[in-house]
């Protein structure tokens, strides 16, 4: 096999996340690199103190090596989370709208760059729980209007969305054949 | 040999390629490869941007052997060489699962692919020989074990009279999830479903396969 | 339809009650009676495959009689008692006790019957039971869900470990560090 089974038509919690380390962040270097020409990219040169975005991945490697300090995210303080928390709650037939990979670059953030959280990292680390738990919960309710032809997802995240993936997509093929057996009569 | 690591880098910045077109062909590469992995048949295979990619890995390679053994002293240099191979080991990941998606594809459905002239337009040259002595491969595989000792009526293993087609092909009709790129209507099953721009939507690629293929939809 | 789909080859081979319109000599084999016929009127349980050909198969293709080699009889997982029994309780109800592939085995039996009514029947069990499903497999202690799981069709069986086994490996992949 070329690709394991049950990897067709879904990813794994590392691709999702791979696609979120492709995103840019701010960063502040404390070392100077020249620019750098890459495969897929140009990293501009670095100086210190001079604000920079590069991609996640990078920001990632220069952190741990304590070559930049990464410059939170405006969405990633307890503030601003703690507003999405009571949308949340608020509106019971909607996700709040936070970012598309909210929990991978949270979870990079808090792991490899707690120290530059301008908020207390367990406070943020509580309310992202909250956050995915609420929404886990508001996911699954909607299950309950799963039919044969559409349904809408807006605002739900990447990593999200594949959780639910092969669940959503076995039963609503299922819908699908059950009805098409009285609609078409055809195979 | 005697190139410094100056030299490598405004050869590289001289070359052709500027950085919005790296960007973009990463970026394409990305889009790609998600492509292949969340839709059921088999996509046109995307020859020019993997020729690209592939020719700046191979240069990437070239720079990465230079650089390690003359200059790995040097901690500016190490830290560069750390940046160069990680990303150098995303690109490759990208690239070998495009490809092993592709394969599985065209391993299921090679019967299918072989069947329709459209589809066989899909495959790049090697993945059409891959195909075809993987096929040959399986067949006299097949025939030695089991349908060789069958009657002969029995045989096939394309066979699509009798209500059920033997050959497995892509079930366009299964589920996919998309994000609207632009408002458009579409029906499912004679039903108006109205596509609102930045809105998600679980629903049968079937139903969405052409403003895929215009980009007015992304599957995700 | 997918011609090696495994859960599709069993949902054929389940056993439907069927009463022979003529007597064939010879077949006596298929009710317990090699070398004798089967009489009209006999009444035996063929598998779906057969029970199908046979049904829908006029006895003489020249002229249009409308008379076939067997006639399907409403099968007892079919009947209106355990209709009734789903649409009360359709969350809880054994499933797997009425017919291991009761989904597969309704799609097949509605091509040619055309049973809308069974049909909707079954998208809103179908509907209420996924839901349950997915809330329970989602759950790590999934094996105090034993009980529940052994109720489950096969195709619930099937959403059940997919989506169980997604749960676990977005789990697993946030509780690991990453280098």
Redesign the interface.
């Known amino acids: 096999m070329s690709i394991p089974a049950k990897l067709t038509q879904t990813l794994t919690p590392g691709e999702v996340n791979f696609l979120a380390e492709n995103e840019m962040i701010t960063i502040l270097p404390r070392y100077s690199l020249d620019k750098l020409q890459l495969i897929g990219t140009r990293i501009p040169a670095l100086r210190p103190m001079k604000r920079e975005q590069v991609p996640i991945w990078l920001a990632i490697i220069l952190k741990n090596q304590d070559k930049c300090n990464i410059v939170m995210p405006q969405w990633l303080t307890v503030r601003q989370l703690k507003a999405f928390y009571d949308q949340e709650v608020k509106n019971s037939d909607r996700f709040a709208q936070l970012p598309w990979h909210w929990i991978e670059i949270s979870k990079a953030l808090l792991e490899k760059a707690s120290d530059d959280m301008p908020d207390k990292p367990h406070e943020i680390r509580t309310i992202i729980q909250d956050l995915r738990e609420i929404r886990q919960l508001k996911a699954r309710k909607g299950l309950k209007e799963l039919n044969e032809s559409y349904i809408q997802l807006d605002n739900l995240s990447l990593l999200e969305i594949n959780e639910l993936r092969p669940f959503i997509v076995k039963v609503m093929d299922q819908m699908r054949k059950l009805s098409d057996s009285v609609n078409s009569g055809e195979q | 040999m005697n190139m410094n690591i ?1 030299d490598i ?1 405004n050869e ?2 001289n070359s052709t390629s500027t ?1 919005s077109s ?2 973009l ?2 970026q394409s ?2 889009r790609c490869w ?1 492509n292949e ?4 048949d088999l996509l046109i295979y995307e020859a020019d941007l993997v020729d690209r ?1 592939m020719e ?2 191979r240069a ?1 390679i070239e720079f990465i052997e230079l650089n390690s053994i003359e200059l790995q002293n040097e901690k ?1 240099i190490k ?2 060489l ?3 191979e ?3 080991n ?2 490759n ?1 990208l690239l070998r ?1 495009y490809l ?2 592709r ?2 594809k065209i ?1 299921r459905f090679s019967i299918f692919i072989r069947s329709e002239a459209s589809e066989v337009k899909k495959l790049s040259n090697d993945e059409y020989v891959y195909m075809e002595n993987h096929l040959k491969l399986l067949l006299d595989l097949y025939n030695t074990t089991f349908l060789g000792k069958l009657p002969e009526t029995l045989q096939k293993i394309d066979d699509t009279s009798g ?6 092909r892509p ?1 366009l ?5 998309i994000r609207a790129l632009e408002n458009n209507d579409i029906t ?2 004679d ?1 108006p ?1 109205e596509l609102i721009k ?7 690629y079937e ?1 969405i396969k052409d403003l895929f293929e215009k980009k007015a939809v992304e599957i ?1 | 339809m997918e011609y090696y789909d495994i859960d599709d080859i069993i949902a054929d081979s389940q056993r439907l009650p069927v009463k022979f319109q003529i007597s064939v000599p010879g077949l006596g084999y298929l009710e317990g009676n090699p070398g004798k016929q089967v009489s009209k009127d006999s009444r035996m349980e063929l598998p779906l495959w057969l029970a199908l050909i046979l049904a829908i198969c006029p006895i003489d293709d020249s002229e249009d009689s409308g008379q076939n080699f067997v006639e399907l009889l409403p099968p007892e997982f079919l009947s209106a008692k355990v209709q009734n029994a789903i649409k009360s309780s359709p969350a809880t109800i054994d499933l797997h006790s009425i017919l291991p592939h009761f989904y597969n085995f309704v799609v097949k039996w509605c091509w040619l019957f055309e049973d809308a009514q069974l049909v909707q029947l079954c998208l809103d069990m179908l509907r209420e039971r996924a839901a349950e499903i997915n809330s329970r497999s989602s759950n790590s202690t999934a094996r105090q869900n034993l009980d529940q799981i052994n109720k489950l069709d096969e195709f619930e069986k099937r959403i059940f470990k997919l989506n169980y086994d997604s749960f676990k490996d977005l789990k697993q992949w946030l509780a690991a560090q990453h280098p």
Do not use: C, H
Request: net charge negative; charged share 30%; glycine share 4%.
């Open positions: 100056d880098l590289f910045e950085k790296r960007d062909d990463n590469l990305i998600v992995r969340l839709t059921p990619m700046r890995v990437q500016e830290l560069t750390v940046i160069v990680s990303e150098l995303r690109i990941f699962s092993r998606t394969l599985s391993d209500g059920l087609s033997m050959i497995t079930d009709k299964t589920v996919v999830f499912v099953d039903e479903v930045g809105g998600i939507y679980a629903l049968r139903a995700i």
